[in-house]
């Protein structure tokens, strides 16, 4: 995985029931310090350092469950530059600069390119709170291209390199 000068490691345990198949794995705090690949509209705390699978006991095993320790703890980056996972939907081009999120996403724990909720004419505090939130989604700016052909589905997953724009969950104040 490219990182550059990750500011800012942390450590969580992963919950028992996932595993991290991707490096770069966009990640959200699912209990205290247990993390799980963000859902889509969820609030992302961080991005997988690594894969939790054990390249010495079967890379291309369909069943990963018996490829990682149960409970382990996986390594969070929290800044820097990161390569990321993403899907598309047909059509969509990702432009430097883009912002990249969970919101909508395809796949727990891969971005796509954010495309933000209309504004209404009249705010209420309710809709104050789902702006907040819709922010909350952003994991970062795409610091590459990639074209509108984009990639679909986990066997056309690729990654985007980006600069980390993670404000939601801040661990490290």
Do not use: W
């Not at 939130?133 to 990639?146: F, M, T």
């Amino acid at each position: 995985m490219s990182f550059t000068k990750p500011l800012n490691l942390l450590y969580f345990t992963l919950n028992a029931a996932n595993d991290v198949r991707v490096e770069g794995l966009v990640l959200s705090l699912e209990a205290a310090g247990t993390v799980i690949p963000c859902l889509a509209g969820g609030t992302p705390i961080g991005v997988a350092y690594m894969t939790t699978e054990d390249p010495l006991y079967n890379p291309n095993a369909i069943n990963h469950s018996t490829q990682y320790e149960l409970g382990a703890e996986i390594a969070v980056v929290r800044e820097g530059v990161v390569r990321v996972p993403y899907h598309t939907t047909g059509g969509e081009a990702i432009a430097i600069g883009n912002y990249v999120s969970m919101l909508n996403a395809n796949t727990a724990g891969y971005v796509r390119v954010h495309v933000p909720t209309a504004l209404p004419v009249v705010y209420a505090a309710a809709t104050m709170v789902l702006r907040l939130e819709e922010v909350n989604c952003i994991v970062g700016r795409a610091l590459e291209v990639k074209g509108a052909a984009g990639k679909t589905g986990v066997g056309g997953m690729t990654h985007l390199k980006i600069l980390l724009d993670i404000k939601g969950v801040d661990f490290a104040s």
